[in-house]
Each structure stands twice: as structure tokens, then as C-alpha cells.
């Protein structure tokens, strides 16, 4: 039997999953969330999400994939690889981790059916620079459907960000009272650094960019998501 009072939370520790969370403890009367272990160089990021998710009263369940998803190279678990900075002229920048988000959703669709759940959150947004092609839309459309196909199941994956861009994410943390918890306690940083991180890795960059759009227009910002 499902049951759709409950939902689990892809949960990385970083804004865009640490918004969901929220996200879904507003709409759903009881959150799980799941956290991978994919050989991000950075041990720090799985401890922010252990102590948000703590803090937000969600039980903390860590799946060890590394040996799976480091079958892609990349600069994210490689530490050979010196990061890109800038996305290259062709092709995707090396912090692209091949098939990260199948690899979750997949691993977090069986947990959430051994838990009796069929709502799944997961912070993943095509509004990004990145783009990755695992943030997409049309990806997660496709995926929800191979994945009540493989296990005669309900799922519906809900995508709270796919549309925002990163200053309107913001502006939902705002509105679900969590605007300092995430601008303070998760951690985006590709090197690393938890809060406003270390200002020049894409993903740092991205974020602050964000934060001052966000910041330099709060109100009309707000008004673009209330109804999320
Ligand atoms: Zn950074």
C-alpha cells in the first residue's frame, strides 16, 4: 500500500535539496530523506546533511554508492582531475558526474517502496547554468515512468525547482522561514566550503549570483513563487 501523507527526500546537505526538504516538510506530514555516498571528495557535505536533516526532525539514511558512480570520471570524485571552472566550448564541464541523478532516483524509488512511499522529492532544476542532462524535465518524465514500469509502483517525482531559476530559489527558502538554515548551514561548495563557500567554483558562483539577484529584488522575487 502507498501511502501519500509521506515523501522521501533526495537530501544532499547543498541549497537546492535542503529547499526541498522544507518544501516537503510543508506539504507532506512526514519526510525520510536519502543521502548518497558517491565519492565526493568532500566528507563535510554528508555531515551538513546529517545535522539539517537532524535539525529538521527527518530521520537520515546514508547509501554508499561509490564504487558505481565513480565507474564516470570526473573532477567532483576525481581528485586528479583539476576542476572546470568554466563550462567547456562543446560537451559538458568535468564536474558532470554520468548518470548521478539515474543512479539516486533509481536507488531512492526502492528504498522509498520498501518504506511504503511513492512521493519522491529531488532538487534537480533544468534553470541551472550546468544544465546537466540528468536536471532535465524531460529526464525525470521519462525516468518516473521506468520506474513504475521496473517495480509496479505509483511513483510521482516531484521537481520543486526545475523551473527556478537560482534567486527564486532563494526566495522559496525565504518563504518556508529557512533563508538563514540554508544560506549559513548547507553546503554547495564544489570545494567544500559550507555556507557562502569558497566565491569562485561554479556551483559558488551560481549560488552568490543568486543570493545578490535575490537579495537586490526581494519582493518581486517572492511574488514569482508563492504559489510553489
Ligand atoms: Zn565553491
Known amino acids: 500500500m502507498t501511502d501519500r501523507s509521506q515523501a522521501l527526500v533526495v537530501f544532499s546537505g547543498g541549497q537546492d535539496s535542503t529547499t526541498c526538504l522544507y518544501w516537503a516538510l510543508k506539504h ?15 566528507a563535510v557535505e554528508i555531515e551538513a546533511a546529517r545535522q539539517i536533516a537532524e535539525k529538521a526532525g527527518t530521520d537520515f ?41 539515474l543512479f539516486f532516483l533509481s536507488i531512492a524509488a526502492v528504498y522509498a517502496r520498501e518504506l511504503g512511499i511513492s512521493d519522491i522529492v529531488t532538487g534537480v532544476s533544468q534553470t541551472d547554468f550546468s544544465g546537466y542532462p540528468d536536471c532535465r524535465d524531460s529526464f525525470i518524465r521519462s525516468l518516473n515512468v521506468t520506474l513504475n514500469l521496473a517495480m509496479d509502483w505509483q511513483f ?5 525547482l526545475m523551473w527556478l531559476d537560482k534567486a527564486q530559489t532563494w526566495a522559496l527558502a525565504d518563504r518556508l522561514g529557512v533563508f538563514d538554515i540554508v544560506r549559513t548551514e548547507t553546503v554547495t561548495c564544489y570545494n567544500g566550503v559550507p555556507g557562502d ?6 556551483s559558488c558562483r551560481l549560488r552568490n549570483e543568486g543570493l545578490e539577484k535575490y537579495l537586490s529584488d526581494r519582493e518581486n522575487i517572492q511574488l514569482s513563487v508563492s504559489g510553489i
Open 61 to 101: 539514511h546514508l547509501t554508499d554508492i561509490t564504487e558505481i558512480a565513480s565507474t564516470g570520471k570526473n573532477s567532483l570524485t576525481d581528485r586528479t582531475i583539476p576542476m572546470d571552472e568554466e563550462r567547456p566550448g562543446s560537451g559538458w564541464p568535468n564536474t558532470f558526474v554520468p548518470g548521478r541523478n
Open 197 to 202: 563557500g569558497c566565491g569562485h567554483c561554479p
Open 28 to 42: 507532506f506530514k512526514e519526510v525520510h530523506t536519502v543521502t548518497f555516498a558517491y565519492g565526493q571528495k568532500h
Open 156 to 160: 510521482v517525482i516531484h521537481t520543486p
